[in-house]
């Protein structure tokens, strides 16, 4: 069977689809309209209509995966991004962080365990 081998694109609306480029840009390193992603897991889970998972208003959230979270946690605090953690979000499938961009939609920050 022919199947799908990774994720070619990831499009939504944008009120200012220029300013949140950049602010992608600015605070995740992410470079539009190619980013180059380093290899490895990516989740897809849908998720109940009824899901607190992330925002009720929402019908999506980005899981962006980091190798260093405490770094990228520093580095966005010190930009003045509040950063959201929860040590029961932690687990044995890594560690999470919650921001959300400029325009409300939430980005959960993964660090997948160490090999």
Known sequence: MEKVNGIGGFFFRSDNPESLKEW???HLGMQFPIWSQ?????????????S????????????LRVSNLDAMIQQ?????????TDPEWNSEAGRFARIHDPEGNALELWEPPQD
Not at 38 to 49: H, N
Request: charged share 20%.
């Open 38 to 50: 380093d290899a490895g897991p990516t989740v897809i889970a849908p998720f109940s209509q009824s």
């Open 52 to 63: 607190d998972y992330f925002a009720a208003e929402k019908q999506w959230m980005l899981n």
């Open 24 to 26: 992608y840009a600015t």
């Open 76 to 84: 966005l605090k010190d930009a003045g991004i509040k950063v959201i």
